[in-house]
Structures are given as C-alpha cells and as structure tokens.
C-alpha cells in the first residue's frame, strides 16, 4: 500500500536560515510566496521491513544553484539507497544533497528524489524539514491523500489496481465483438482505450471521448472496485522503426505533446469525479526500446529512430508523462517493455531498463511514478513455451542455438516479464514493481498447437516440433495468421504478475496490408503486407501477416474470426 502523509508548520514559526532569518507560515495565512519552500513526501510503497518513499522539494525563495535537504526520522528507519540525489544518514538524521546535473533550484522550482529504506516496528513520516537550514512546510496534499489517521480513501494507491477490483469494457470494442458471429462469448472482457491522438481525448468520427469512457465506467463500477486501462501513445517521431504505427506528430513537436496531448489528459483523470477509479496508464508502447535495437551502430537501425534518440523526445516525452499523469493518486503508469522477441538479448535487455530509468528521472519524473511495466502490448509472444526450456539440449547443442531462439535468454513472455522485474528492481526501480502481460492475441490454439516436445534429431526439429508460437520468425507483428486468443483477462496469476490483460483490443488491426490513404498520420509498413519477403528484424522471413487488413486500429472481421478460432484456452 502507498500512504502519504501531509502536515503543516504552525503559522509565525521563526527559524535561523543559512542566509538569515526566515518565516515559515502556513499557506492560506499570508499566501504561499511567504512560505520559503515546501516538501512532499510520500511513501510510495510499503512492506513489513521495508519502503520507497518520493520527495519533492519546491522552493520559493531566491534561486540556487545546488541545495540541502535534511530531516529526521522519529523510529530505525535506514536510508539503504536512492535516486536523484546523494542520500546519507547519522543516527536518526538523514541529509539529502543535490546530484550534478539537478542542483539549480530556480524560485517556483522543483526537484524530486526516491529511496528505499528499511524499518521495524511502525515506520512514522517526518514532520519537520529544512532546506539548506531554512525550515519548510509539507504541502497539503490532494483530496486523495489520507490524513495522519486516515487509513486510505477511495482513490488511495494500492500496490496492485487490478486485486479485488472489476475492468472496464469498453462498450464501442464490445459492440463490435458482439455484431461478429460468436463474439458475444468474448464481449464483455475488458479491453484497453486507446488515445492514439489528440483528436481521441475529446473524441472523433462519432466515437466516445475520454470523459465518456470514464463516465461509463463509474456506471460499471457500481459499489465496488473498477480498473480502466488507458492507452497513452502519441509520442513525437512515434515507433520510428516502423509505419503503421507512426503517429501524428512530427518529431520535434514535444511542446505539442506536452500541452495539446498529456496535459488535457492529466486534467481530466485529476477530476475529483473520477478519483473512486482505479486508472492505469499503459505508457507509449514501442517508443524507448527503439533507442536501445533501431539505432547507429546495430544493423536494424533507422534514420528516424537515430533522429529520436538524439533530440531526447522519446525521453522527455515519457518522463513528461509519467510526471504529469502520476499526480493523482488514483492514476497507475506501467510503461512498455516491449517483449522477449525483441528485448531478451543480453545486449538489449538491461540497456532496455537503463533507458526506461532514463525516462522516469526526466522532466520532473521519479521512478515512484512508475506502477510497474507491460510487455507482449499487441504482440503475439506465447505466455509459456511448455514443451521446451532455454536450459534444454539436444545433441550437445543448446535450445538457445536452435534458429527459433537465436541466442535469446528466454522463450516466453512470462520468464521474460518477471526477469524484466528483477532488472528494473536491480537498477533502482521500487521492489514493489508489478507487470502486467498482454494475452489477447497469444493463445496460439487450434489444430496447429503442438500436443508435445518436437522430436530429438536435432535442436531446430525439437524446438520447432514443440513450440507454442506458430510464427514464422519471432520478429513477425503484424496481423499474424494463426494466431488465437490468449488467458482471459486475470488479477495476480504469477509471482511478480500484477495482470493479464487484453491492452489490444482483438479484431482492431495492427496495420493496412497495403497503402491506405488516411488523416491519422498512419503509414504503410511492408511487414503487414504477406507477399513480403522480410528485413534484418526478422531475418528475411516472410512477414506471415493475414492479407485484406485495414488501417492499424480499425476493425478486422478476418482476424476476429481467426483469433476466437484458435483460441486458448478454447472459448
């Protein structure tokens, strides 16, 4: 559980500054310009001998150009590490400084920081903080954030959304799943909402806006608990190592990003109306982990992707988000982590979470802003390869020799997210990070689902005789023939799992199996068109993608079909 716990300096308290003597008085007495600087300090997340707290410092006096934060604990709680400043601790008396790189502190700035700690007993929220000696408030707090004796309100964060709590369906995916014969078994499962451009906020071509979707869901949600599942993907320069995925804006536009995009939709899901939901943000998908494989020097590499990588966008952009869209304590952010096809790499997979990390410590953003990650997001990755491990051999030569695995660490989406945990928690992440894996297109059922291991001649015969995922590369995404529905939408299924999901909605295409002229800024990618005969991602293999697809998102009967056909567990 997250708790915060906010509290305020008595009016008229004078203290001796570093620079002379100051007054530190409640807001509301003589107005916030009189208060020197605040601090909020949250504890994020919560364990029986342990926590990750955020802080955030606001100063509103003069300007500096580095500062000191100190505070005391009143139990045994150990600072045991931290981000975004150098933490260090004597006794009960813990001294935050500034790191290089976010020392200037103007007059109205901020500065934000994490750490981890350890306690026993009760673990008690300071209440008094100076700031280069100069004593501060705590701010006040939002309409969600329990008081000192407040066990929680609605709206107060949990450490998993999605436990005890219903999901959104989205009526406009429903309606359409019900119109297909045999969709109404299907119907009412819970699907992501995805914002793919500005025109999505307020609505467009006749479909729900934001606020009616989140209308809709406080009817569906009745007495008890509801998740909504957002999906945030307008990056400038979006998926660079594609087309039909690119977005509207171009790839120096984050000022439009920031303000046409991420800030009316932080308004919005910050309405007091909605705090009663539980909102998860599933945060630009694809985006990052094209700075880490689609860039100089790797063979797959783009010039737009290089673009990308050097101008900070994609980094900017996602710490803006993840900065923006936490402040509500309702609001849940899981950023993509792509999935074991592309990322399980030793040289992808912890440069990966280092780029995340980058991210989440950008434009104002800590790691406590981030709820968890997603992997497989409108892939088609098998959740677990039964039949054959990565430890497996046959003659001598490992499964990961065989051409299927090509030297990957992992063969399913389930190894890969939970290791993709452990990583992120390595690298600074909260240990109370959770993952959430997209199942609905990864059930690969039907006649052509293997019933057992492929025979022992050779590592290729065994793994291709036995694997689950029927592609024919592992890089192959787009409108995959063969595929089928995968686990049904579920809470807690596996250690470090906070949820199965449906983030992409089944039957709505990955993208036009040949050039369609649109306004959506979508273009045409070879790899959805089944005559083509591949690139360097997936080894020259044809692209296996189903013929006769429409625009990316748009509803596609042909793959709806062919998904409840071959779905497993069968429907």
Known sequence: MSRTRTALLAALALVAGASGT?????????????????????VQNQWDTGFTAAVTITNNSAAKSSWSLKWSYAGNQKVTSGWNAKIS???????????????????????????????????????????????????????????????GTPGTRVDNPYAGAKVYVNPEWSANAAAEPGGSRISNQPTG????????????????????????????????????????????????SALASNGELGPTEIDKYKTQYIDPIAAILADPKYASLRIVNTVELDSLPNLVTNVTPRPTATANCDTMKANGNYVKGVGYALNKLGDAANVYNYVDAGHHGWLGWDDNFSATVQTIKQAATAEGATVNDVQGFITNTANYSALKEQNFTIN??????????????????????????????????????PSGVGMLIDTSRNGWGGTARPTGPGAMTDVDTYVNGGKIDRRIHVGNWCNQSGAGLGERPKASPAAGIDAYVWIKPPGESDGSSSAISNDEGKGFDRMCDPTYTGNPRNNNNLSGALP??????????????????????AL
């Open 89 to 151: 601790q004597s006794g009960t008396a813990v001294t935050a400084a500034n790191e290089s790189y976010n020392g200037s502190l103007g007059t109205g700035g901020s500065a934000s920081f994490g750490f981890q700690g350890s306690y026993s007993g009760t673990n008690a929220v300071p209440t008094t903080f100076t700031l280069d000696g100069v004593t501060c408030n705590v701010d006040g707090g939002g309409p969600t954030d329990p008081g000192p004796t407040d066990p």
């Open 392 to 429: 497996d051999s046959v003659n001598g030569k490992s499964v990961r020799e065989s051409k299927w695995v090509d030297w990957n660490r992992y063969v399913d989406e389930l190894s890969y997210a939970q290791a993709f945990r452990q990583e992120a928690v390595n690298q600074g992440f």
């Open 193 to 240: 909402v995805w914002l793919d451009r500005i025109a999505a906020i307020n609505g467009t071509g006749g479909k729900m806006s934001l606020r009616a979707h989140l209308d809709e869901a406080l009817k569906q949600k009745g007495s008890g608990e509801l998740v909504v599942q957002l999906v945030i993907y307008d990056l400038p320069g979006r998926d660079c």
């Open 22 to 42: 100051a007054l530190a008085v409640a807001p509301g007495d003589v107005g916030l310009a009189a208060v020197p600087c605040t601090v909020d300090y949250k």
């Open 548 to 569: 006769n697809a429409p625009l990316s998102g748009h509803w596609f009967s042909a793959q709806f079909q062919e998904l409840m056909k071959n779905a497993y567990p």
